[in-house]
């Protein structure tokens, strides 16, 4: 690669937020004892809100996005990353306080890297990415908490999604009966089937407001939405059930009751993927390596290159994209 490289900066200016494409070099890179050569990133929900603007998820100006990548190590003063490791990181502040994913080169903390696994390549990991790494924790939660597949059905909320997507895909693979909840049943039904799902609902059915406890349907439950469709997946959880909540599509706020808890014994585990400590991480992603079809994976996947990432930035947070997007940084 040449001494300078390709990248997406957001900056702040009297008129609001702008997002401009430019060539930089290492100078303009931020503090880190490794420099991974990105080959690929993607699009989470929280990138969406990055670069609209339409949250305050950027902390520092200018900030290249991205909350993902996957590619090699360059150069590294870390003891456990040496030059031409395949390295992925996801979380820890990058796309927020740190230099992102939407550049052909980045400088972290060695720290935040975890070796990509046998397996899969730095571009399956980034089909995977947050989203898919964050299923995989809500179904270790899942597991944790006692849900096994014999237990009963486990509902999928905003199945369609990069999160519900996986999430449905990992746990048909598991044994469980997933149920997947979606706003677009008619044209994705289908593709949920395809998954692995065992039966679809409307999103209408746990969107709006709701009985404090009603009857029981589930035995668990992968909840990527908040707000009234969290509160309804918690009021219909049967005994001792557990539902691990992961994102806030519809809303942060949780219109919920306490009766769910303290007459059937509901478990609300939350299930945070930024600051998870490395040994989970590295855990997670062996597993995604062994036990994600990736088949699957590449049906859910569609791929882009960073001049799509504008225009992908608002069809995410409008629910109009499926599944994962990959995005070729060199491309």
Known sequence: MSDTFRAL?????DAGQETRFEDLTAADLMDGDVVVRVEFSTVNFKDGLALTGRSPVVRV???IPGIDFAGEVESSSHPEFKAGDKVVLNGWGVGETHHGGYAQKARVKGDWLVKLPAGLTTEQAMAIGTAGYTAMLCVMG?????????KGEVVVTGAAGGVGSVAVALLAG??????A??????TEGDYLRGLGAA???DRNELSGP???LARERWAGAVDAVGSHTLANVLSQTRYGGVVTACGLAQGMDLPASVAPFILRGVTLMGVDSV??????RAAAWGRLARELDLDKLDAMTSKAALGDLPRLAGEILDGKVRGRMVIDVNG
Request: hydrophobic share 30%.
């Open 61 to 63: 100006w200018p900030l």
């Open 142 to 150: 899942l597991e944790k908490g006692g849900v096994t597949p014999d």
């Open 9 to 13: 900066r957001v900056h702040k200016t």
């Open 275 to 280: 600051m998870r400590p490395k040994a989970d």
């Open 181 to 186: 909840s979606t706003g677009r049943k008619d």
């Open 199 to 201: 039966d679809l609902i």
């Open 174 to 179: 598991l044994g469980y009966r997933v149920v």
């Open 210 to 212: 709701g009985r404090p």
